[in-house]
């Protein structure tokens, strides 16, 4: 049975900086491509960032390009989302997300993932 939990969300103000973790069981997330969305209320789920495959490629969305960056830890079976700079629209559900027959095309397609984590809240406010 797959399983992912995300932590790590909370608040905090324009220009700080989180980390989320995504760990997972029942699967691996060196075989895999793990996708971080998220969502706000009304609209759809965006992806955020990719990781797959032991070359470690990753895909960003242009809206966090140089400030988040997604890493793994394989002896761990976490991925990481570090997030700096952070702005008031990155307020959202993150969620983790799981393909264990490698990325979909587009990356950032959630309807082609197999596995979600319940989601965690980031919220950017002063």
């Known amino acids: 049975q797959v399983q992912l939990v995300e932590s790590g969300g909370g608040l905090v103000q324009p220009g700080g900086s989180l980390r989320l973790s995504c760990v997972a069981s029942?699967?691996?997330?060196?075989?895999?491509?793990v996708t971080w969305f998220r969502q706000v209320p009304g609209k759809g789920r965006e992806g955020v960032a990719c990781i797959w495959n032991d070359m470690e490629v990753t895909y960003y969305a242009d809206s966090v390009k140089g400030r988040f960056a997604i890493s793994r830890e394989n002896e761990k079976n976490t991925v990481h989302l570090q997030m700096d700079s952070l702005k008031i629209e990155d307020t959202a559900l993150y969620y983790c997300?799981?393909?264990?027959?490698?990325?979909?095309?587009?990356?950032?397609?959630?309807?082609?993932?197999?596995?979600w984590g319940k989601g965690i809240q980031v919220t950017v406010s002063s």
């Open positions: 029942g699967v691996s997330v060196a075989d895999s491509a």
């Open positions: 997300a799981i393909e264990d027959l490698g990325p979909p095309y587009p990356w950032s397609s959630p309807a082609d993932y197999d596995y």
